[in-house]
């Protein structure tokens, strides 16, 4: 913490300009207490890390706070520093008793009260939903940040998210899903733009970064996404290729499980799904099971078990999905309308390519075909290439999460 209370109730926030000497007069006379659970607090002023003040037993603290590393203390003062700098209205670590809660940065902006919180360590899933729904209630917008030492980079266009960074997700006026970053050693912002999920935990996105001094608030806001640093058009089709030559799996999940063996029942080679299958379809984000596995089960197990040319609707698909429970949703699902959202994008996608048609009446379709499968390894390369160029680019198809932050 780098704010305390004194026993006369006046506010100290250490990243004023402070004396070493004085700060240790005030502990003797007055002590140093927290606004939440004022319990008193040890100050903490040594010449190895940055100044701050500790809970005597973690315990005691009504707030659900973490250790707070050097890093995490330096990055909460340059961010709070840099936001002063931009002339907003700032305060730090400011407790809100109907919440019980105590954002790292409140701030103000057009009237607006935002709370930024920067998170360097992992945290339960639970525990940022609470905190963004309770910001949320409050009429508060919330801004999740995380710290550079995050960044899990694992190719030029390839990235590996945690279960809860998921929760920090947030979008810009384009629908362009991004998450923040910022690193004190560097001094610099990070942006992890064109968030287009692959699996459980990894993505391909673009990374862009700035100096924080040359960093404006509304920009780090909405982060602009220019046309040179959108996905490769071939992003996804090379993501498609490892999918089609990835087997033997030696140790699969039970989905992977599940889908070999029924491909193998058909006689047909799990490498050999579906041409119209495994593709970023609007809402995909949703599921965390990879689009090549649930879309080829709704494709072969729902919709081509419907009659050539008699209409049937959405719930149809909606409910078998449902029934399975080998699929996994992603910690951002909070409502049944997202998994909605994700089933009808695939379904609109497969009415682009013919497969499908729609009817009358709310959310019903038509189908008008048999799916494609690929005769061998070579022309499923050759018709994937062929299906995303007439149906769909990655700038085109955007994401629909109306995300949690």
Known sequence: MLTAKLQNGQTVNLLDSWQKEVLQSLQKKQGFYCPACKEKLVLK???QRQWHFAHQSKEACRVSTEPESHYHLSGKRLLYQWLKRQKLEVALEVYLPILQQRPDILLRKDKQLVAVEYQCSSLPLQEI???TDGYKRAGIYPIWVLGGNRLNREGTFHFRLQSFEWLALCKDPYEH???RYFCPT????FTLSNITPISLTKTLAVLKEKAHLNQTFQDWVYPSLKPHESLPSDAWLTQKKQWRFQYPIPYPSPDQRHFQSWFYEQNLHPQLFPIEAGWPSKGHEWV???TYLWQSWILCHVIERQPLMASF??????RSFQSQRIFKLRPIVQHL???EQSIKGYLDLLVSARILAKAPGHNQYVRLRE???PHSAEEALTQDEAFYHAYLTLDENRLSCNTYS
């Open 288 to 290: 965390a099971t990879p």
């Open 186 to 189: 560097s001094l610099k912002f």
């Open 337 to 339: 309308s997202h998994l």
């Open 45 to 47: 002023i040594g010449s």
């Open 129 to 131: 939903k609470k905190r």
């Open 371 to 373: 799916r494609s499968f």
């Open 313 to 318: 609707p959405l719930l149809t698909v909606l």
């Open 177 to 179: 899903l991004h998450l």
